[in-house]
């Protein structure tokens, strides 16, 4: 488990549940759910037939990325904000966000069914239709528009897409070194790297509504009667930021290439609905916003509790995608 994630039991996931919904209905049934590293996540059944998901944020004293706090908050503002404003996009109905000095900050929402795209990857399954779907549904939700770039809630952001994308990227790097995470490169490297390239972020003009973490991990399917997968959610919106939609074609395509895949479904798709030219300003941004997914995931390494021993391919495997978009930024 991730230092970030409660430990929960059957009795606590009741309690929670007493007192998100009141002492009925009760609880019949629940479990872990697997896939998250941030939150604690369980299932459960209601007697009166209700399906639930219980997300429980971490202890008080446990230290965070500085764009973590707030993150169940965030998620409960993300659920409110799609249901009234993209109706169309599949995610969870929120039943209840709590917040009390003991049992901490926690989401009370219905279970959506479904195997996730992931699983259905591995599995064999044709996913070239859902992953259409899924492009579909981040134009839809890439309609709606903020009041200023970065994440919400007092939390890091800025009145244009490049001051906050250079305030988050600073994020990182001071984690990285509150957290004493080595780099493949120096932090000044990257920044100087960053900020010669920053200008083309200034195309941006609109803050759109992004989800961020559109792995296949956090889409969710069901088989139509002919055996075709069908989009039934988009979940984990609690990293969910304003600024711009190419942000959300990288991590759908995690450690590969949007403008290198054209005619990826997801791809083909997303320009079908909302048309944007993959010209050397889209790689550049795309390059940028890659180089921030890879710091990401080295620098959240440690306050997950992950090591070299624990997965041995992601230091090197991180290490040599963040070089590779380094390298690319140097010669551009």
């Known amino acids: 488990m991730s230092p970030t994630q409660r430990h929960l039991d059957p009795d606590q996931v009741r309690r929670y549940v ?3 919904l009141g002492p009925a209905p009760g609880v019949t049934d629940c479990g872990p759910l697997a896939g998250g590293g941030f939150a604690a ?3 459960a059944t209601l007697d009166d037939g209700r399906a639930v998901a219980l997300k429980v944020g971490p202890p008080p004293h446990v230290p965070l990325l500085r764009y973590e706090r ?11 904000l799609v249901a009234a404003r993209a109706p169309a996009v599949p995610v969870p109905p929120l039943l209840h966000h709590g917040r009390d000095p003991v049992l901490g900050d926690w989401l009370l929402t219905g279970l959506l069914p479904g195997r996730t795209l992931w699983d259905l990857t591995r599995a064999g399954v044709e996913v070239g239709p859902l992953r259409a779907q899924l492009g579909r549904a981040l134009a839809a939700l890439h309609g709606v528009t ?5 994440y919400d809630g007092g939390r890091t952001g800025a009145p244009t897409w490049r001051g906050a994308y ?4 600073d994020d990182l790097l001071a984690d990285a070194a509150d957290w004493s995470v080595p ?26 509504l992004l989800h961020f973490d559109g792995w296949a991990g956090n889409v969710l399917a069901l088989d139509d009667p002919d055996g075709t997968p069908r989009l039934t959610g988009l979940v984990d919106g609690e990293r969910h930021l304003w600024g711009d939609p190419l942000l ?4 759908p395509l995690l450690f590969r290439r949007a403008e290198d895949e054209p005619d ?28 921030h997914l890879y710091l990401l995931m080295t620098v959240e390494m440690p306050s997950r509790g992950i090591t070299a021993e624990s997965d041995p391919g992601r230091v090197a495997q991180l290490a040599g995608l963040l070089d590779a978009e380094l390298s690319d930024l140097d010669s551009a």
């Open 18 to 20: 007493a007192a998100s």
């Open 41 to 43: 996540v369980w299932w």
């Open 70 to 80: 707030d993150m169940i908050g965030a998620e409960a503002r993300y659920l409110r």
């Open 146 to 150: 903020g009041d200023r770039y970065g």
């Open 166 to 169: 250079t305030a988050m990227l």
């Open 183 to 208: 780099l493949p490169v120096p932090a000044a490297r990257i920044r100087e790297l960053v900020d010669r390239h920053a200008g083309v972020l200034d195309a941006v003009r609109r803050p759109a």
């Open 248 to 251: 959300d074609l990288v991590s």
């Open 264 to 291: 990826d479904p997801l791809v083909r798709a997303y320009r079908a609905a909302a048309p944007f030219p993959l010209d050397a300003g889209a790689r550049r941004r795309l390059g940028l916003y890659r180089l």
